[in-house]
């Protein structure tokens, strides 16, 4: 055919086949870019009209890593904990810095070519003696993999940064009145008088099927929704275009036998995948199941009962969801749990005992009368008696009565008079220092939620998902 076209390439027939023949590479091509880019987008973050990359996060991290202790790094990689805290880090900073960049365009702050090169000419890493060495420069060049473009591109990145954040680090002046009230409050001590009520110095029997019911009517045992569960996973290194592409079109025919009524597990046979299938998962508990993770079980929380959800690509993978049934959120049969309600109705009658002694010890002090037990002591915010007591003396004024619970026990509290501390000139400036680093990040956090509502943010959670969470 291709010999013909080329025989006859300017009769009509041939020109109308060879536009068929471009049209058809071009639309391949087109469509492809349509619905196969987005594979290939590796956009993590949107920031205003800018967005950070995949590359800039791991570049980031990576960076994080190096600073870190190796006990550090291998916490980062073994704790669940540890290595969100390291993405949120990462995220954040990348976000902040693009926002900053964002900014200083629209201000139209401009660094000079001249200012980079006095930059990497002052720089201590490329000087020997205090002078600039070129072949310094080019050894650690060589020695990092960067390009002399690289390193003009991030310094020009962090004197635009700091052009609009730097005035948002300066400390902000606090005055003195502040630094003594702050002072005074935290150092200041209490006089307090209090007795202790506690619930298990008062004895009760054994309840009475009636008793029983009646604490079970104002106490009922919730049973919280269940749901019983079922998924099919699809093996796959999603890391890799061709088995990502193989993995996708196994996990779609999947999806095609369950649309035309294969049950899940007929279908996972089929398809060779993996089946499994989980009875009774309640919110919020931990379940020994690597595939669903915390995200996954919250989708399965989001579906109505007996839906499939649509095809999710994991880092290792492919899944469908399904939800088999939901069992609603109930109150427990009386019968079936009758025995564990015995505890709780003679904590509760031994609560009422104490609380009506507690009241008279408090109407005794109301009137002035001598009450037995009484403990007299001087406390501050911190130690000195029991939390409850302490929140109580600090947040009632001088001469006034209360009672207070507190786990297990009701506390009769009188609050005696203020000792106002001595006056130390290293504790003050301690809390001056305190108060400014606090106000310069009031300052830190107004700029930044400006800088988001002039720059959305929004997280491109299809990568996310895909290259990040899981």
Known sequence: MLEYLRNAADKPLAKVLMFILIFSFVGWGA??????????????????DADISLQQFNNERSQQLASMSKEEQ??????PAKAAALTNSVMSKLTLNQLALNRAKDLGFVVSDKRIADEIKNHPQFQVNGQFQPWMFDMILQRSGLTEQDIANSLRGDILRNMTLGATYVPVSVPQFMV????NARYAKRGVKYSTVKYADYKVGEPNDEQLKTYYA??????????????????SDNSKPDLYDAGYKKTQQIEDMIISGDSMKSAADKGKAKFVSIAKIARGNKISDKVLTDDLIAKLFAMESGNESEIIELKDGFVILRVDEVIAEHNAEYNDVKKSLISGWKKAEQRKQAYANANEKLIALNHGETVKNMKDTTVSRTEGAPL??????????TGTNSIVEDG???????????????PDKAKKESIRKELEKMSTHFVQDDYTRFLKQEYPVKINERNYDKFIAK
């Open 180 to 183: 003594d009230a702050a002072y």
């Open 218 to 235: 104002m106490n009922p045992v919730v049973v919280p929704e269940t749901r019983s569960v079922s998924y099919i996973f699809v093996a």
């Open 31 to 48: 469509a492809e870019w349509i619905f196969g880019g987005a594979s290939r987008d590796t956009t993590l973050i949107h920031v205003g």
């Open 408 to 422: 297990d026990a009701f506390y009769v509290v009188s609050v005696g008079k203020n000792t106002m501390p001595a």
């Open 74 to 79: 291998r916490a980062s990689y073994t704790d």
């Open 388 to 397: 409850a007591v302490l929140n109580s003396v600090f947040a009632g004024k």
